[in-house]
């Protein structure tokens, strides 16, 4: 079975790979966003009660709408940080005239790797 750390693991594989593309980089950011919000989603699930395939959490636009009404301000801050990993990701997936390099890839994998700690940190994992 899959974690959602295995995502971010793959993120950084790709990234460092010795046959870089900018495919590689576009995949890459992807992967760091679903890395992030799986982690998000099954911590505020069991936070709040509530199950992961819950429909606030299936649905990602709710699910951040949700963290970002959330009563307790590092939650809100997640939710902020998981709404700009969710346009880098769209970014990536969708805008292919823009350019997706190493340099961005990695940057994005940096900031998905600071949230897992602060996911960690407010949910005690």
């Known amino acids: 079975m899959i974690e959602a750390t295995d995502f971010l693991i793959l993120s950084l594989d790709l990234i460092d790979s010795d046959s ?3 495919s590689k ?3 890459a950011i992807s992967r760091s966003y679903y890395a992030i919000y799986h982690m998000m989603a099954r911590e505020y699930a069991v936070a709040k009660g509530l199950e992961v395939e819950d429909s606030v959490i299936s649905s990602h636009q ?8 959330d009563s307790d301000a590092k939650i809100k ?6 709404f700009q990993l969710k346009q ?9 005239k823009l350019d997706i390099n190493k340099s961005k890839a ?10 897992q ?3 960690n940190s407010v949910f005690s994992v």
Not at 62 to 69: A, C, Q, T, W
């Open 20 to 22: 870089p593309n900018e």
């Open 25 to 27: 980089y576009r995949t």
């Open 62 to 69: 709710r699910f951040i709408k949700e963290l970002k009404d």
């Open 77 to 82: 801050t997640l939710g902020n940080q998981l």
């Open 88 to 96: 880098a990701r769209e970014d990536a997936d969708y805008k292919l």
């Open 106 to 115: 990695k940057m994005n994998y940096t900031y998905a790797e600071r949230m």
């Open 117 to 119: 700690k602060t996911i």
